[in-house]
């Protein structure tokens, strides 16, 4: 659970740095285990964007009322 704006950058960074093991397995992986390593990363990359989702949407902004 992301509970401030540094977690928030640092799941991001996350979700980047699947992302980008994703695409090198895309390039290196062999066609037989494709499957299974593509989609633990999938869930992986859904997960923290689910928690990136849920914490942008929580609660009312944080800015003062004129």
Do not use: H
């Amino acid at each position: 659970m992301i509970r401030n704006e540094q977690e928030l950058a640092v799941t991001r960074e996350r979700v980047a740095k699947v992302e980008r093991l994703l695409e090198t397995l895309r390039n290196t992986a062999r066609p037989e285990e494709w499957l299974a390593l593509s989609s633990g990363c999938r869930l992986e990359i859904e997960r923290l964007q689910g928690e990136i989702l849920d914490y942008l949407v929580q609660g009312a902004p944080a800015t003062a009322m004129a």
